[in-house]
């Protein structure tokens, strides 16, 4: 089974800090994923990777920034957190040949930024 | 704009009847279609998907009809069990399968009653 895991479960940070999240794949998945998820809006797109390096925009990446340097790792990163930023980040990855299988997503972390 | 919809917020039904959840989209670009379950503090875990090419999925208690000319889908849950209370999210993408992202409605609840 794909094991997708993230590095924290919960973080409280304060406003301004940098915030790093970490994520984990190891299926050797060629697609990784950051969405996060507000009651009342679903999963929204931050950012997504095809490759080691390649980086997009998803349909939210104001705020944010991401690295992949590793095809297993991709992290994502608050520069300078906000109040607004407080949600559940979800981790997802894909392999690029098996489109209905789906993402396969992480646990999720809770971040909250006071 | 919301590209794809799911109107019902939450659905209430008595175990071992049918449960029926709705999504709407109005991309018509989309090719694959997907349905995840998540549970509180977990992340969304995969449950059937179908291609643009189909009308119907089914796995084992679960089907997916899709109606392209409606741009509608439904996931069928029969017989539907307690374990099956959670939130379930509809998810569309391109012809890229996902590569680029999922666009996800903002859920509905189901609640099973006993």
């Known amino acids: 089974d794909v094991k997708v895991t993230q590095s924290s479960r919960y973080l409280v940070k304060r406003t301004g800090e940098k915030v790093f999240l970490e994520c984990v794949q190891d299926?050797?998945?060629?697609?990784m994923f950051w969405y996060r998820q507000d009651p009342g809006l679903g999963l929204r797109l931050i950012y997504f990777?095809?490759?080691?390096?390649?980086?997009e925009k998803g349909d939210i990446p104001e705020g944010y920034s991401v690295s992949r340097e590793k095809k297993e790792r991709f992290s994502l990163i608050l520069e300078s957190a906000s109040t607004n930023q407080t949600s559940m980040y979800l981790c997802?990855?894909?392999?690029?040949?098996?489109?209905?299988?789906?993402?396969?997503f992480g646990p999720g972390t809770r971040l909250t930024v006071l | 704009d919301q590209q794809v919809k799911q109107n019902s917020p939450s659905l209430s039904v008595q175990e071992g009847r049918i449960s029926i959840l709705n999504c709407d989209y109005t991309?018509?670009?989309?090719?694959?279609f997907l349905w995840y379950k998540k549970y509180p503090a977990e992340g969304p875990t995969f449950l059937i998907s179908?291609?643009?090419?189909?009308d119907k999925n089914e796995d084992g208690r679960f089907t997916v009809f899709l109606n392209k000319s409606a741009k509608h889908l439904s996931l069928h849950i029969v017989p539907s069990q307690p374990g099956d209370s959670a939130v379930y999210f509809c998810?569309?993408?391109?012809?890229?399968?996902?590569?680029?992202?999922?666009?996800f409605g903002k859920g509905t609840h189901l609640i099973i009653q006993p």
């Open positions: 997802a990855s894909r392999s690029g040949q098996r489109a209905l299988r789906g993402q396969f």
């Open positions: 299926m050797d998945h060629e697609n």
């Open positions: 990777s095809y490759d080691v390096k390649m980086k």
């Open positions: 991309n018509s670009m989309f090719d694959y």
């Open positions: 179908i291609s643009s090419i189909k």
């Open positions: 998810a569309a993408s391109g012809s890229g399968g996902g590569a680029d992202g999922l666009t």
